[in-house]
């Protein structure tokens, strides 16, 4: 079942402030309510809507929400436009099993080039991180420094090519993490694994990273098929839209 974007989803999101970048503000807040559970799969994302919600104009709602699509956290749905994506469980173990390998290499590329400037990078995020999770919590937060975590590491890695893949399928990878699994555990163990990563980083061990990394994506979906298992009808629920190529 989905929802058209009106009064049940009418705090989805924020008003945008004026002024340039209308279009990346409109995105950072349209993917924040998606990956914060605001905006749920099957949403509509209906463009004028949105753009009455923000208090901007249609144009750049609609390069955000084409984003979106890029991204793979919005699909176009038949008579209905854009809409939020759904999470098939198959699905997202191949695309676990794919992001932990590419993860895995992109710790091992970056230790390989690491300098002081990206340490010191990661040390302050990881700060930041761990303040988050020890005060009272801001999902939002927690999500945005987690992915800003891996993206450090692939543009320390120095590969384009792994990056743009990388890039594509992270958006879809949290989206099923926090659609699936809201464990009051989660922010913590993500710093601790991040934690484990930046050591073996930082003591210029290539083939650690690379396994630290791959352990804490093969953790998260382990984690992501025990919760499917603990709810069965989560599963079939799941599993009966999938989502429109």
């Known amino acids: 079942m989905t929802r058209e974007l009106g009064m049940s989803t009418q705090r989805a999101v924020n008003p945008v402030a004026a002024g ?17 559970g605001r905006l749920r799969p099957g949403d509509a994302l209906s463009v004028p809507a949105l753009a009455v919600q923000m208090g901007i104009s249609r144009s750049p709602v609609r390069e955000a929400v084409q984003r979106l699509i890029h991204d793979g956290l919005a699909t176009h749905a038949a008579h209905r436009g854009a809409v939020v994506s759904t999470v098939d469980i198959e699905d997202v173990r191949q695309l676990y099993v794919v992001r ?80 699936l699994w809201r464990s009051p555990q989660a922010p913590r163990l993500a710093v601790d694994e991040h934690r484990r990563i930046f050591e073996a980083m930082t003591a210029g061990d290539p083939d650690a990273a690379e396994q630290a990394a791959r352990d804490h994506i093969r953790r998260l ?20 839209v999938r989502p429109i190529a």
Not at 232 to 238: I, L
């Open 100 to 179: 932990e390998v590419m993860e895995g290499l992109a710790a091992r590329l970056a230790t390989e080039r690491l300098d002081a400037a990206t340490v010191d990078e990661l040390s302050r995020l990881l700060e930041r991180h761990e303040a988050v999770v020890a005060s009272e919590f801001d999902e939002q937060a927690h999500i945005e420094m987690d992915m800003a975590y891996h993206r450090l590491i692939r543009a320390a890695a120095g590969n384009d090519h792994l990056t743009a893949a990388l890039d594509t399928i992270q958006g879809k990878a949290h989206l099923a993490l926090h659609s």
């Open 221 to 240: 979906r382990t984690r992501l098929s025990q919760a499917v298992t603990a709810d069965p009808a989560q599963d079939t629920e799941r599993r009966a």
């Open 20 to 36: 340039s970048l209308l279009a990346e503000r409109a995105y950072d807040e349209l993917k924040g309510a998606v990956l914060a």
